[in-house]
């Protein structure tokens, strides 16, 4: 396993549910994603936070809300999710710097919204 | 926009055999590009990392090469082994983007037979 964990690692929610998916990482990064997989399409980024602030939102809907309360955690609450919301979420760190650098998975949250 | 493409979509080989997977790009302004590795539900695992700057990269059994003039870069598995069968997933981290985010290929599904 990587330094950046994820919980729970599977999730069943219905269409009116409240939950939340949790991320850390303990590799001293400075910044945190979250991304979407679904099936047979490619990776979507959907939030960067960077030093804590969220410097991307990739046209989320608000059922999706991050919170990041310190460098080493990130949030995504849910709420009336839909069906086409089940997927992989998959959070990442890195160290952001001037010449880029190398991101670091999480095993990700299995959701599933009936 | 930045897109990334892997070509093809999914490849089988037989045990012993060299692998060659391909990944092109459209914004040659890249900080770098990252190989990962995917098993089946599960997280990211990170192969390579090759900077802007660099033309190859190597670890173990696996070479990657960048050429950025064309926008592409490949990753070789030597001597292919039943363990290699996974997905492979090539990201490129934009200069311009914020927080050195990374645009994913859709992917390369490699079954190695033994």
């Known amino acids: 396993e990587t330094g950046v964990t994820q919980t729970p690692r599977h999730l069943v929610m219905g269409m009116t549910n409240k939950k939340s998916l949790k991320c850390e990482q303990h590799l001293g990064h400075n910044a945190m994603y979250w991304y979407k997989q679904s099936a047979k399409k490619p990776l979507e980024l959907m939030f960067v936070y960077s030093l804590e602030e969220r410097v991307e939102n990739n046209s989320v809907p608000s059922r999706f809300s991050p919170e990041c309360p310190n460098s080493s955690h990130l949030f995504l609450h849910l709420h009336t999710l839909q069906p086409e919301d089940s997927a992989l979420y998959l959070c990442?760190?890195?160290?952001?710097?001037?010449?880029?650098?190398?991101?670091?998975f999480g095993p990700g949250t299995r959701l599933t919204v009936l | 926009k930045q897109e990334v493409t892997q070509i093809p979509a999914a490849l089988s080989v037989p045990e012993g055999e060299n692998l060659v997977l391909n990944c092109s790009f459209t914004d040659s302004a890249i900080y770098n590009l990252q190989w990962f590795r995917q098993d089946p539900g599960k997280g990211l695992t990170s192969l390579l990392l090759?900077?802007?700057?660099?033309r190859e990269q190597t670890s173990g059994r696996l070479n990657a090469s960048l050429d950025k003039s064309s926008g592409r870069s490949t990753l070789y598995i030597a001597a292919s082994q039943p363990g290699d069968s996974a997905t492979y997933l090539c990201?490129?981290?934009?200069?311009?983007?914020?927080?050195?985010?990374?645009?994913f290929g859709g992917g390369t599904r490699v079954l190695v037979k033994p």
């Open positions: 990201a490129a981290s934009l200069i311009k983007a914020a927080g050195n985010k990374l645009t």
């Open positions: 090759i900077q802007s700057s660099q």
């Open positions: 990442a760190s890195s160290q952001v710097r001037a010449g880029g650098s190398e991101q670091f």
